[in-house]
């Protein structure tokens, strides 16, 4: 049987990877603090990678694939001298983030990348994501996929953002939408699970080297056209000016009163990687509209109208609404 140690597991993504290995018949392992569940089937030990003993119930077998998703470069670091001896293959999960640049479009893998934090740096996702990313390829060598997610999306998702659209069209209803303005703005994103079975892919074909994994390169504009029909929402869509946006204190991408995915118009690089060596490694991609969909039955079981991570409230929405008015506004 193959054995297969997350480092995590208890995560969004780790949590599918996870199920992804116990669905292909794997044994595996999770290594989490505990305070949620390791999918059925999967075996949970409890550490703290603060800790310097977190991986001694782990590092005494041999595993056929190693998954970590850390984005402390210290405990990949601490991992990796723990465990590399006995691992046939490592699987790290970076992310696009990496990148030194958001306004080139079309960055493959041999784009320039962030300095790497070193230690005392003050911590920075995307400047760790690249010291973890070296550290993994020091210790593993010829055993060691660097995976970069671009926007992960659908059922489950913590941060709330990708969700937004397709839920507020379908608790619209016939109700009016506020967008931001999609000329020129582009949308790449890639389902969780074509990413965990792409983790899985790579860790069970052994295979070697770093690939982006982001979808297809579509525009804004275009998603948020199947997120209404999905969303089945038959009312007016106003688009709002960038200026009319930021003088209100609407955020860009994410968090609290923000038009997730909404970018600045200096990131044209951000969602627009090149995914060739994904699609060539064995990555497959399942359409937008089967994303939408089980995304909005998701966003319905956890209720339309809940307090979100990311986007407008609806009673700021029909405030914003209200206030733009339809002269100053593109309807349809
Ligand atoms: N979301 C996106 O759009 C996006 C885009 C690009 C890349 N990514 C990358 O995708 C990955 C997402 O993975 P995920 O969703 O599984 O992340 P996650 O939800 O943050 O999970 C992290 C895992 O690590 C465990 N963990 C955290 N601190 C720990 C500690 N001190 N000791 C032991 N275990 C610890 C967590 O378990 P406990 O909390 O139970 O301990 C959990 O299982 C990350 O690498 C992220 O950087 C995400």
Known sequence: ??????????????????????????????????????????????????????????????????????????????????????????????????????????????????????????????????????????????????????????????????????????????GPVLVPETDGHHAQVVDVDDVAEFVIRVGADRWSGTANAVGGVGTLAGLLEVAREVGGHSGAVVTASDGFLIDHDVAYWAGPRSLPLWLP??????????NEVFRFAGGSLRPLRDTLERTLADERSRGLDRMRRAGLTRSDELELLSELGASSSTQR
């Not at 995560?11 to 505990?34: I, K, M, N, P």
């Not at 118009?265 to 090149?274: E, I, L, N, S, V």
């Open 265 to 274: 118009a200096d990131m044209p690089g951000f969602m627009r990687h090149r």
């Open 1 to 174: 049987m193959t054995d297969v140690l997350i480092l995590g597991g208890t995560g969004w993504l780790s949590g599918r990877v996870a199920r992804a290995w116990t669905d292909a018949g794997a044994a595996v392992t999770c290594l989490a603090r505990g305070g949620r569940a390791a999918p059925d089937g999967a075996r949970l030990v409890v550490a703290d990678r603060d800790e310097p003993d977190a991986y001694a119930a782990v590092a005494d077998q041999d595993w056929d694939a190693v998954v970590d998703v850390s984005s402390n470069p210290a405990h990949v670091q601490a991992a990796v001298g723990a465990l590399a001896p006995r691992a046939a293959h490592w699987t790290y999960v970076s992310s696009v983030s990496a990148y030194a640049r958001a306004d080139a479009p079309g960055q493959d893998e041999t784009a320039e990348l962030l300095p790497p934090t070193a230690q005392g740096d003050e911590s920075d996702y995307g400047r760790d994501k690249v010291a973890a990313e070296n550290a993994v390829r020091a210790g593993l060598g010829d055993r060691a996929a660097v995976v970069r997610p671009g926007l992960i999306v659908g059922p489950g998702d913590p941060t709330d953002r990708f969700g937004y659209w397709v839920s507020r069209f379908a608790l619209a209803g016939p």
